[in-house]
C-alpha cells in the first residue's frame, strides 16, 4: 500500500503463544516475520483492517516432511492451544 507503513506489529504475543504450544509436547518456536509474499501479505492486510483491540497473529503451520510429518491431529491440537492462550485460558499463559 504506497500510503501504509512499510510494516505493522502483530497484536498477540508470538512468545506466549509458542510456550504455551511447548508446554503440551508440541515443537513450535515464536518468529517475528511472516515471511515475504502470501503469509506476509495476509498478516498486513489483517492488521491494517482488523477491528481495534483484536488479537491478530500469524501461526505457520510447519511443510517439511508433509504428509509424513506431524500428523493432522498434533496440528490442530497446536491451533487449539494458540487460541486457549490468546483467550487467557491456558495454563502456561
Request: charged residues 15%; contains cysteine; aromatic residues 6%.
Amino acid at each position: 500500500m504506497p500510503d501504509g507503513p512499510l510494516a505493522l506489529e502483530a497484536s498477540w504475543n508470538a512468545s506466549t503463544v509458542a510456550r504455551c504450544i511447548l508446554a503440551e509436547g508440541i515443537g513450535a518456536k515464536a518468529s517475528h516475520h511472516a515471511g515475504t509474499f502470501a503469509c506476509n501479505a495476509a498478516l498486513f492486510l489483517t492488521l491494517r483492517n482488523a477491528p481495534p483491540g483484536t488479537a491478530v497473529g500469524f501461526l505457520h503451520v510447519p511443510h517439511l516432511g508433509w504428509p509424513v510429518g506431524p500428523r493432522i491431529g498434533r496440528l490442530v491440537r497446536a491451533v487449539e492451544i494458540a487460541l486457549d492462550a490468546l483467550r487467557g485460558s491456558h495454563p502456561a499463559r
